[in-house]
């Protein structure tokens, strides 16, 4: 396994460095995992990606850098701790110097100065990605026929000048090779298919394979790609996005849309989610299916736009006025992603409720070698509960009973169109003819049917999985990203002694008590890894009086992910024996 | 074809006796009865407010949103089935208070709906308190001293706003207003037609005596130029937008018309099956 990194101002071209090397790595066969750190800024300030190489399938960050790419000093004073003998790979423009104590070797490179050879300063970011190509001992025509691919548009004159400087950037690394300390020679892989999909490419995949028709959004960090995906997407079958006013206006239309019959979706994060508390209830209350994403990032207020966080699940759960009925969904993975981003529609339409995909920054932008196999169509699609006619003797009532009582609290439903199925849908409470009611016995009725309808999700989707032992030492319980994390910091507890598991929510609302309760029976210790200050998933434990003296809590709330490392250091803290002095 | 009795439910109505809102559902249901329409691909979105409730009383596919966003949720109906006749109905409050932001992107974007907008001057179901249009010096519960601050003038504000289709009706002129409903609901693109309908409960100043002597008719005037974007402001201007009739109308191609490759079949009678080509060729770009 290797991680390699590069660094910069933004704006200097590091995304589309990083791009050519996982695309690459994972072309040849390699699992990859990218992530990037960067601000709510254009040009300037620090940015870094990295990109984890390997032979096994890689889901979360790792502290340490075997190669660092660096295009300014700030970057290396910034990673030198991660390197634990790496190679620094550094443009010898800005004169590089290694900080006091770092463990690594560094090398430089005219990079500035091959790059306005082949033509332009600018292509100072594939010159370094030909020398991370010869670093990591990968050979150089991959690299070419990616760019060939990626600039192919912007002519041919732009891509042989890139593979150009590409090149000079390999064979000036190749030539210095003997005189690098440390070797890189990864496993070899072995040919496989699989793509680089971050979690809303996987959300906006899978809402396109689900049937998904409309999308309105309102642009805002980190759930923008899958607007831009999605009306790129559009065009090739029929359906609209539109960028609205505001989050309002967003999740209104999509309510709209749902009410006359298409799958439509929102996607937000914190800011916007909180503006659309009362849709959800206008949704909840009128049993109207509409899809929301939140990519959560740091909050409260504006936050930090930019930054890793979980603090939206109470607000999924329980946020906006009165009771509302709703179902909050977690994938915590690309993958998982990708099956909820159809599924929320089939929830959606069978239980007539808002669905929530709740999903986090570092979930939703750090790209993932996925197998194509697990694309593979075409996915079930599930319309519920319509009626496509309705039947005379009902026509001939005075009105069609939208919001009938019914054993399982789902009514049939009709879309508009459909002769004699006409009905009001208000946010005001109603009878089951929708019309408005404030009889105290219907009342009663109508938030029961409302309530209590989604409690049959746990027979239809996983509420929690866990991998590993169920006697285990630990288990680590995460949401989200953390899944992902307590997942690599496996190995590590693993190599220390300690028999430990995890475990993760796929369904976060209705809570899956049950699922949760048996699959940590026999646990002797407990630990909630969540990204937010306050312990809300330990607090939705509790809440169902689960909470014992076997839990703990592991909280992060600085805005940078979770390392494996950060949660196996602290477990095995946790678990070693106190001393008692006699 | 639909008859008047077919638009009317057995809902007793919850209005003030007198109030100008039962003018304007009658017209409603005259002008649905005119073009054409029938109930079941009739779609109307109501507001909150006195003038939300009239989703109770008409026979149709009818949604009622939450306060201010009943356009946004027209959208997203007509979006999601473009064979629907869409209509938006609401208050003064719904449309320029709580909702302005979506009336001036609406103008804008030109969806195929038609928007009523019920206009009292006054906030009647929370019992009396200003409104975006009640005049400066209007006393009410909020402004017990006269209320301090300038009105909205909405009808200058769509035309200057890029609408497409302006016009006001009151609702005493009944077959005025009803025609005016139907040339909007005929009109390929946002139509706004604002409706003066008077609060005999909260609203003593804006009566029905004073519109009926105010209020001009530009139908009867052969000389005004409806297309003119810049005479039309002139004319509203003038009147302190005391006028009736079409005020403005421009050739128009809706909203949905123009997005890049919306499918002609309604999206809700699709079955949201991909072909696997095009499903290949998207999975292509993260190779």
Request: charged fraction near 20%.
């Amino acid at each position: 396994m290797i991680a390699w990194k590069i660094g910069g101002d933004q704006g200097e071209g590091i995304d589309s460095t990083g791009d050519i090397v996982i695309h690459v790595a994972n072309r040849l066969g390699y699992y990859v995992y990218g992530y990037k750190s960067f601000s709510s800024r254009i040009k300037g300030g620090h940015t870094n990606y990295k990109v984890r190489i390997g032979v096994r399938p890689i889901r979360a960050a790792t502290k340490r850098t075997d190669i660092l790419v660096a295009l300014n000093q700030e970057t290396i004073n910034l990673a030198a701790p991660e390197l634990e003998g790496g190679v620094i790979l550094a443009d010898s423009a800005f004169q590089p110097t290694l900080p006091q104590g770092a463990n690594a070797q560094l090398l430089m490179l005219p990079m500035t100065q091959i790059a306005k050879e082949s033509g332009s300063a600018l292509m100072r970011n594939m010159v370094a990605a030909g020398a991370s190509a010869a670093l990591l001992g990968f050979s150089l025509e991959p690299f070419s026929d990616y760019v060939a691919k990626r600039f192919g548009s912007k002519g041919a004159a732009v891509v042989q000048s890139n593979q150009e400087a590409l090149q000079k950037g390999y064979q000036a690394i190749a030539e210095q090779l003997s005189q690098v300390t440390r070797t890189f020679a990864l496993e070899s892989s072995r040919p496989a298919d699989r793509l680089v999909l971050t979690g809303n490419d996987a959300v906006a995949l899978g809402a396109l394979a689900g049937g998904c028709r409309i999308m309105c959004g309102y642009p805002i960090t980190p759930a923008t790609d899958i607007m831009e995906s999605l009306v790129k997407w559009f065009p090739k079958v029929g359906g609209a996005v539109v960028q609205m006013e505001d989050e309002l206006g967003s999740i209104t239309a999509a309510i709209g849309a749902g009410f006359a019959g298409a799958r439509a979706m929102t996607a937000t994060s914190g800011p916007g989610l909180s503006l659309m508390q009362e849709a959800i209830g206008l949704a909840a209350m009128t049993e109207t299916p509409v899809v929301i994403v939140d990519t959560q990032r740091g909050g409260p207020s504006t936050g930090m736009p930019t930054k890793q966080e979980q603090s939206d699940l109470l607000a999924l759960i329980h946020g906006g006025h009165g009771e509302a009925s709703r179902i909050v969904i977690t994938p915590s993975s690309v993958e998982e992603s990708f099956e909820d981003g159809y599924e929320a529609f089939n929830l959606a339409e069978y239980f007539q409720t808002p669905v929530i995909i709740a999903t986090d920054l570092s979930l939703s932008l750090w790209q993932q070698s996925v197998d194509r196999s697990r694309l593979a169509g075409p996915v079930p699609i599930d319309r519920g509960r319509v009626l496509p006619s309705v039947p005379a003797s009902a026509e001939s009532a005075a009105t069609f009973q939208r919001y009938a009582f019914t054993a399982d609290g789902i009514s049939p439903r009709t879309l508009p169109g459909t002769p004699g199925g006409q009905y009001l849908a208000t946010g005001v409470e109603h009878s089951p003819s929708g019309k408005v009611s404030e009889d105290p016995a219907n009342r009663e009725r109508m938030m029961d049917k409302r309530l209590g309808k989604t409690a049959q999700i746990h027979r239809m989707r996983p509420g929690f999985l866990v991998q590993g032992p169920s006697d285990a030492d630990i288990v680590l319980v995460g949401v989200g990203s953390t899944a992902a994390v307590n997942l690599e910091a496996l190995p590590f507890l693993e190599a220390a002694g300690i028999r430990a598991s995890a475990g993760w929510f796929r369904t976060l609302a209705p809570f899956p008590a049950e699922q949760f309760a048996q699959a940590v029976a026999r646990a002797q210790h407990i630990l909630v890894v969540e990204q937010n200050a306050t312990g809300q998933v330990a607090q939705l434990i509790k809440a169902e009086g689960l909470y014992d003296w076997r839990y703990g809590s592991l909280l992060k709330y600085d805005g940078v992910p979770f390392l494996p490392e950060d949660v196996a250091e602290y477990v095995q803290k946790l678990l070693s024996k106190v001393e008692v002095a006699p | 074809m639909a008859t008047l009795q077919d638009f009317k439910t057995a809902e007793k109505s919850w209005w003030c006796p007198g109030c100008g809102d039962f003018g304007v559902l009658a017209a409603l249901q005259k002008a649905l009865v005119k073009v054409g329409a029938e109930p079941a691909t009739t779609a109307i979105v109501a507001g909150i407010g006195c003038s939300g409730k009239i989703g109770n009383y008409i026979n149709s596919y009818n949604i009622h949103v939450t306060h201010g966003r009943t356009l946004p949720a027209a959208l997203g109906v007509k979006l999601a089935n473009r064979s629907l006749r869409v209509l938006a109905v609401g208050g003064d409050g719904d449309a320029y208070a709580i909702g302005m932001g979506h009336f001036m992107h609406s103008l804008r974007r030109n969806v195929d709906i038609t928007y009523i907008v019920m206009d009292n001057h006054v906030y009647g179901l929370t019992k009396g308190q200003t409104s975006p249009t009640s005049e400066t010096g209007f006393h009410t519960k909020t402004s017990p001293q006269g209320s301090i601050e300038q009105p909205v003038h909405p009808l200058m504000l769509a035309v200057a706003g890029g609408a497409t289709f302006v016009a006001q009706g009151f609702s005493s002129w009944q077959p005025q207003l009803a025609d005016l409903i139907v040339q909007g609901m005929n009109h390929p693109g946002f139509s706004l037609i604002n409706v003066i309908s008077p609060c005999v409960t909260y609203n003593r100043v804006n009566s029905y005596d004073w519109y009926k002597k105010t209020l001009v008719n530009l139908d009867d005037d052969p000389g005004y130029d409806r297309s003119s974007r810049s005479r039309a402001l002139t004319r509203l201007e003038e009147s302190d937008e005391l006028v009736t009739g079409l005020i403005y109308e421009e050739p128009s191609i809706p909203y949905e018309a123009k997005i890049p490759g919306f499918s002609d079949i309604p999206l809700a009678h699709q079955d949201g099956r991909l072909s696997p080509e095009v499903w290949n060729q998207i999975l292509g770009q993260f190779e």
